[in-house]
């Protein structure tokens, strides 16, 4: 679902969960969301809702990082 600058600002804060939420990142239709220093990323491929699934901490490098879509 694709939603106007209007109905992501209507719905911040109830539907919508932004921490740190800043309007000034709020465009036509999308905000812009920014890393942090630290990823946490899934261990596995497949997910499992009804168990904690592990994960790791991934330290983004100086350099940055290029992030791949899995295929």
Avoid: F, W
Avoid at 28 to 33: A, D, E, F, R, V
Avoid at 44 to 52: F, G, H, R
């Amino acid at each position: 679902m694709i939603l106007s600058g209007q109905e992501i600002k209507k719905h911040i804060g109830r539907e919508i969960i932004i921490e740190p939420y800043d309007e000034s990142r709020v465009n036509p239709n999308s905000y812009n969301l920014s890393l942090a220093r630290e990823l946490l990323v899934y261990e596995n491929d497949v997910l499992d809702m009804k168990t904690p699934n592990a994960t790791k901490k991934l330290i983004i490098p100086e350099e940055g990082l290029l992030l791949k879509p899995c295929l």
